[in-house]
């Protein structure tokens, strides 16, 4: 009996070791990638502030620098003084035919006047007739002075119309001098530094969303009929030289087409084996990298 007790261990000792190494298998790997987005100058000129560093973490809409924007605002100024000084040249129309209106009141009382005066017969009918033609006459006259004013008035209107646009343009230039993040992430790599001149469509940096991270690993046609969009799968990653960190994941997208393996992944005997690309989001508590390699349990 005390034999078989001691050689216990003995015997379990395969078995402990097969389940090591069942626990070691994995069914797909690959490598963690993310959306990387480079933003590009959106003006032309030298960056005169730059408040970011690789590895700082930005928010959408944060402004973190500006282009110099000195000339487009001087321009901007001239544009509105040329507009200013257009309009001034429009006529008062109230002012310029203030004169005619007292005429054409000054005409109708008279109108009024000879009137009554014809019904106490103090007054001719030819008499009645040259008032009421004076004050249509000047009624004309303030109609044609007022048409040609509105037209004079329209006219320079219209010729700052250009003009408008022009500031509209500008104004646009001058809010894109002002580097704004379009992605909320991490900054990876930085292209520019502060007093650089850079040019519209140049890159400034890089970043992506590191929270949750991307693994695009590989399946072998076999496996396509297990797995499908929105499955929870596991996923290994080396934690030291014979451990793993276990992840939890959710396969997003499964290719409709086979590939040959990538050599990044395979040996050269099996890049020549067909198969089929997975994305795999899993969440990052940090420790996951762009380019670590992983394992998946289906």
């Known amino acids: 009996m005390k034999r078989l007790v001691q050689s216990l261990p003995l015997l379990l ?3 402990l070791i097969s389940c090591n190494k069942n626990e070691d298998k994995y069914d797909a790997s690959g490598t963690f990638e993310a959306v990387e987005t480079i933003i590009s100058a959106q003006a032309s000129g030298t960056i005169k502030e730059l ?5 700082q973490t930005l928010q959408k809409g944060q ?14 100024q001239q544009l509105q003084a040329q507009v200013k000084a257009t309009l001034s040249a429009k006529p008062n129309i109230t002012a310029q035919t203030a004169a005619l209106q007292e005429q054409l009141r000054q005409a109708q009382r008279e109108q009024k006047r000879t009137s009554n005066l014809l019904r106490a017969d ?22 044609a002075l007022q048409s040609s004013l509105g037209i004079t008035s329209s006219s320079l209107t219209d010729q700052t119309k250009p003009l408008s646009v022009q500031i509209q343009q500008i104004n646009d230039q001058l809010h894109k001098s002002t580097i704004v993040n379009e992605v909320s992430g991490t900054v990876l790599t930085k292209y520019a530094e502060v007093n650089e001149v850079t040019d519209i469509g140049k890159p400034i940096y890089k970043i992506a969303e590191l929270n949750t991270i991307i693994l695009r690993a590989y399946i072998a046609g076999s496996q396509i009929p297990h797995v499908k969009v929105g499955q929870q799968v596991k996923v290994l990653v080396d934690q030291t030289k014979d451990t793993y960190k ?4 959710t396969i997003e997208w499964v290719s409709n087409k086979a590939e040959f393996t990538p050599k990044t992944i395979q040996t050269k005997e099996e890049r020549a084996n067909l198969v089929y690309a997975i994305k795999i989001r899993v969440k990052n508590d940090g420790f996951l990298k762009i380019g670590m390699y992983g394992d998946v349990k289906l």
């Open 246 to 249: 276990t992840y939890n994941g």
């Open 51 to 55: 408040n970011l560093e690789e590895g």
């Open 13 to 15: 000792l395969p078995a």
């Open 63 to 76: 402004a973190v620098g500006y282009i110099d924007s000195l000339q487009l605002y001087l321009k901007k």
């Open 122 to 143: 103090a007054a001719t009918q030819k008499q009645l007739d040259d008032a009421n033609t004076q004050v249509d006459v000047v009624k004309k006259q303030i109609s």
